[in-house]
């Protein structure tokens, strides 16, 4: 079995202390280094397809990485569980860092979108064995607080990101938007060497683990069904049933396989527990993909101004981690407050769908929303890990991951179906239809909460 020698000692509570110093720096280095990248892309991408003659292929610089992504994350899954967190945390950051170089230095389309395949299966491989390395650093009461820590570490990149992508690809050029963010990558990979190697891999009572669940294949498929109905969200027409149908059928299959048994009647303890995390991202990301819509369309809001509500949210989202991480309420009470906060949130959006209304009550509405799913988000990490046998620790963080990503797929496509069915002329139409189905989900987990204890 694993043994940590200082870092498990009963007396050590605070998260800072020596011991765990190393650990916490390596951990924020990786999430930093990945949501920089996230909020940078966004911002250079049309700068991008631009220099490159690449405009009708504008939409795969984010489709494949999410689909890259996906197959990194069912790998690392079961290469986790069978050689330790070391080979794909490690072997991800530096895969990421490549493809950072392959896309800042491509001299067209075609090798970029190579360098952002890269990057998602270096992304997928290290998010995964990173929760591993939470689950076998920190004793487990610092778990929550590990994970509000990885809520915080989005805050700077989500404040700085795209003003400061934004003013290297104006200055000198959006090649140093990737080729900068690389040499982090690498140094977030020399930061976790001494970390992983304190976290040895032993098979449980000397044996090899016989977790087969997920293979590239099943990743794969999984991806190309959750893009189809990605798409589909985009055909107002019979087609975009048919290719939603599609997706469904893809997905299907993979996602039993993935998924704790169980998941799909909300068994008790960690089916539900997973399910809930694809149940947060949903209900947010999904009404948050169409709020700055909402505000440039129906409040002439401008590009800065739009994102203002979504940067308070970050704050907010942040605040809330931090703050439950040093709760002593019980869980099951913070997972209902987080789902009720969120579908407050989510449900208010209603009023600011109305033109009448001010452009500056998202800011507001958008924070409640933002504490809901900092609230839930470090718990529902923290319980998939207690919930695991050490066998299925990599499989489970896994499919926590990829829950979250359906989730947020399903949100976003809803609202998407709603949208282009009913048009811009009718937005506040469709997007108060759709919000209010949001804020139905968020209103779920809340019931489901109760559902965590096995």
């Known amino acids: 079995m694993v043994c940590v020698t200082a870092v498990d000692t009963e007396t050590t509570t605070r998260i800072f202390d020596r011991n765990y110093r190393l650990p916490v720096i390596g951990i924020v280095t990786v999430v930093t280094v990945v949501a920089l990248e996230a909020m940078a892309v966004t911002t250079v991408m049309p700068t991008v397809v ?3 003659h690449g405009l009708p292929y504008y939409s795969w610089g984010f489709t494949i990485y999410l689909l890259a992504d996906v197959v990194g994350m069912v790998d690392a899954g079961r290469r986790t569980d069978r050689a330790g967190p070391t080979p794909s945390l490690l072997g991800g950051m530096l895969l990421f860092a490549a493809g950072l170089t392959v896309a800042s230095t491509a001299t067209d389309i075609w090798v970029f979108l190579v360098g952002r395949t890269l990057q998602g299966i270096g992304g997928g491989s290290m998010i995964v064995p990173l929760y591993v390395v939470v689950a076998r650093v920190f004793p487990q009461r610092l778990h929550a607080r590990a994970f509000a820590l990885m809520s915080a570490a989005w805050v700077v990149p989500s404040l700085i990101g795209p003003g400061l992508a934004g003013l290297v690809a104006s200055s000198i050029g959006w090649r140093w938007v990737f080729g900068g963010i690389a040499p982090v990558a690498v140094a977030g990979a020399l930061v976790l060497v001494p970390v992983v190697r304190t976290v040895a891999h032993d098979p449980v009572d000397g044996e090899q683990t016989t977790n087969t669940r997920g293979s590239v294949l099943v990743g794969l498929r999984l991806a190309v069904g ?4 990605q798409e589909a969200a985009q055909l107002a027409n019979g ?4 290719v939603a149908a599609a997706g469904v059928w893809l997905c299907a299959a993979p996602l039993m396989q993935l998924l704790p048994g169980g998941w799909p009647r909300l068994a008790r303890g960690l089916p539900t527990v997973v399910v809930l995390r694809g149940v947060v991202t949903c209900a947010f990301f999904g009404a948050e993909a169409y709020l700055p819509l909402t505000l440039t369309r129906l409040h002439g809001g401008t590009p800065r101004t739009v994102g203002i509500p979504l940067t308070v949210a970050s704050l907010g989202w ?17 997972l209902r407050t987080g789902f009720v906060a969120l579908a407050a949130g989510v449900g208010l959006l209603l009023v600011v769908a109305q033109p009448s209304t001010s452009l500056w ?3 507001p509405v958008w924070t409640i929303s933002g504490a ?10 923290a319980l998939v890990l207690e919930l695991s046998p050490e066998s299925d620790q990599g499989a489970n963080s896994a499919a926590i991951q990829l829950s979250d990503m359906t989730g947020s797929i399903i949100g ?7 949208v282009n069915g009913l048009g811009l002329a009718h937005l506040t139409t469709a997007v108060s239809i759709g919000d209010a189905g949001l804020a139905t989900v968020a209103l779920c987990g809340a019931v ?5 204890r096995p």
């Open 448 to 452: 489901a909460a109760g559902r965590i």
């Open 226 to 229: 959750l893009a189809a109905v």
């Open 372 to 381: 809901g799913i900092g609230l839930v988000m470090p718990i529902v990490s």
């Open 412 to 418: 976003i496509a809803s609202l998407a179906v709603l």
């Open 239 to 242: 087609w975009g049933v048919l």
């Open 361 to 363: 009550l998202a800011i």
């Open 50 to 52: 631009r220099s490159l």
């Open 318 to 334: 942040s605040a809330a981690s931090w703050w439950q991480s040093h709760g002593n309420r019980d869980r099951v009470a913070y």
